[in-house]
């Protein structure tokens, strides 16, 4: 079984597309946790990103985010990763990462020892596990 957190972008690109633009190792991550094979941590922060390009009109979603998040949660493969102040002490050390919620996810895949799926290589250069 695997284990990975997810970025912003990397659940959105997998859940309302386009996935062709995921890396292949998260795609079959992603779609290993919808069959319940794999689990994907998504930070709090994640979901709060999505909500809020859901409701500026940068991210469609048909049912509406909180139906759609509560469906995602809902699913074996996939755990919401709580904000924690050991996060938020822990991304500290991050700031060659410069955007302050890229910092607290990437804080959230060390807390939990699992690699980050994003494409950003801002963040793998900050010592972080990436997969993509």
């Not at 009109?57 to 904000?83: I, N």
């Amino acid at each position: 079984m695997s284990v990975a957190v997810t970025d912003s972008h990397a659940l959105i690109w997998y859940a309302m597309g386009p996935t062709r633009r995921l890396g292949r190792r998260a795609r079959a991550v992603f779609e290993r946790a919808e069959r319940g094979l794999a689990t994907v941590y998504v930070p709090v922060l994640v979901l709060v990103e999505i909500s809020e390009a859901v409701r500026r009109g940068s991210v469609r979603c048909d049912y509406g985010f909180s139906h759609w998040s509560s469906q995602l949660l809902a699913s074996p493969g996939f755990v919401a990763a709580d904000l924690t102040p050991a996060i938020v002490l822990g991304a500290e050390a991050l700031y060659g990462i410069p955007e302050r919620g890229d910092r607290l996810i990437a804080a959230t895949a060390a807390s939990l020892g699992y690699p980050l799926m994003t494409s950003d290589s801002q963040i793998a250069h900050q010592g972080i596990e990436t997969l993509w």
